[in-house]
């Protein structure tokens, strides 16, 4: 049986990911008011939304219509036929991997808008905390489902784009 080191790519990945994301949002947002805080926290679900509609449209995508475009040379058909090609990873990135660790930094994001709203209510943190969490739950909930919808629906536009921003940034 081949021996698949996909698992520990992936791993490494998230953990790196992780890292960097993680130190970012905590430096832009140690020393930043509740407003930067929360517009944070909207970009980081935002990120987590868009990667999961890439990821489902890459699944749900056809090869048919990039061979055409292909075939005519047109810039970045050859990227999304390997979109395609590599949806279960490619779906795995975006959904799994990015998509989860959107979700928990914008949970610690939102632990210390909660805070920070407590201190500037004077209200009780744990009454913040719930509803804090109660928005950033519903937020990316709904933007997931709204935007698989709009994944299904458009798949091919929307990995054609993708197809393009590879070809662009010259990205494997």
Known sequence: MKKDNWIYKVFLMTFFLSLIFSFASNIITSNANLIL???ITIMVIAIGIIFDMIGTASLTSSEVTFHAKSSRKIKGAKESLSLIKNSVKVSSICNDVIG???GIISG???AMVAISLAK???NNITL???IVSSIISSLTVGGKAI???VAIKNCDNI???VGKI???LKIK
């Open 37 to 39: 805080m929360i517009l």
């Open 128 to 130: 913040a905390s719930i």
């Open 108 to 110: 610690s994001l939102g």
């Open 100 to 102: 989860d660790i959107c």
């Open 159 to 161: 990995v054609f784009i």
């Open 120 to 122: 500037i209510l004077n």
């Open 166 to 168: 590879k070809a662009v």
């Open 147 to 149: 935007f698989k919808q």
